[in-house]
């Protein structure tokens, strides 16, 4: 073989191992987190449910998450944030296994979420053993700081329950003026809690209970409990649980001739709750601790509400804007320079006020957000409008 034709075929290799070599680097640094814009990756995971019944109350904050990760990789270039979603369908069994997903990636520095309370008590030892930080933007359990005994992971941005039953029991006794109130629940963590909070408040104003159901919320036939509600007469009808059962429930109360008026917590303040109960869902009030953003709230949440549906393509519902500020304080930690676990999670703990678009944010030293309003809305022409805050309507 001509000694030219060596020579070239020679350089051709040595190009060809020096390619795989420069490409071997490239996915080296890719693991290493450095990101291709030259910035360190950062990964924030969002867990919560994105299938299944209630998938929007995982939905929305997940996609107001999206929204400050976009926001800060626009504005800065030296860390890259990216975020990895686990799905737990909001349910309690699903969530240890989701844990084990996302705990051993050590591009995870912190947590929106878990959204539910259930799931979040049941992986609490595990992020507390791992010194991973979670903000939740919806779980509202009041017994949640106290699962894991001296546990500093635990941190959420909407009031638990005592603060809401409290605006409901208000509500109720003040501006609906009722005097015979059922209750029913889903059994679950969050409605169970909120429920009992709610029944304890009435008894404390002497509001006579005159029925107390639970439903299970797999079953598509709540007869039993329309049946007792319906037997029972009363004016005012409570339903602690999410928002597709309590579209069924609302449904098969007003086809069985119950005109009480029907009031739910924040789990049930979805467009899915209007679509379940159908025309029965006309007058519903439903609440919750936080304000939802909307084109017409004015301020920041009218400014988010416009970025929100140009990334996502709808409008921002239940919990949107706490998903938006859970994120913007992990990301603010990163931005400060603390850049691992323990780091991003003695920030959060140290943290004295953040001024976020949903509240201003200060976490007590248990974890839960310092108490602020519960809002009313009610169905009006198949739309979920706001009213008001409890303080302002039961005054």
Sequence with gaps: MPHARVRLLRTFAILAVVGLVLAACGK??????????????????????LTGANANL?????????????????????YHFVLKAFDTQGD?????GQA????????????VGPTFSGETKAVLQKLQDAGLVMISPSATNVALPTVVPNQTVFHRVIPDDDVQAKGVADYIEKKLKSTRVALVNDNSDYGKGLWQGVLDLLKTANI??????????????YSAAVNAVKAAK?????????????????????????????ISGDGSLDQGFVDAAGAGAEGA????????????AGGTLAAFAAKYKSLNGSDPGTYSSEGYDAANILIQGVEAGNTTRAKLLNYVETLTSYTGISKTIQFEDNGNV?????????????????????TQLAS
């Design 234 to 262: 009363p004016d005012v009808v409570f339903y602690g649980g999410y928002y597709a059962e309590a579209g069924r429930l609302k449904k098969q109360l007003t086809d069985a001739g119950v005109t009480a008026t029907f």
């Design 208 to 221: 006579p209970t005159v029925a107390t159901q639970t439903v299970d919320p797999k079953s598509q036939d």
């Design 100 to 111: 084990d997903k996302y705990i051993p990636d050590q591009q995870i520095l912190g947590i």
């Design 28 to 49: 080296s640094k890719a693991k290493s987190g450095t990101a291709a814009s030259g910035g360190q990756t950062v990964a924030l995971a969002f867990v919560g449910p």
């Design 370 to 390: 310092k108490a602020g309003d519960v809002f009313v809305y009610e169905v009006k022409s198949g739309k979920i409008t706001e009213l008001g805050t409890t």
């Design 285 to 296: 009030l439903l609440t919750c601790p936080c304000r939802r953003a909307s084109a017409d």
């Design 58 to 78: 995982g939905i929305n904050p997940r996609n107001g998450v999206k929204v400050a990760i976009s926001e800060a990789n626009a504005a800065q270039s030296k």
């Design 92 to 96: 309690p069994a699903q969530a240890p």
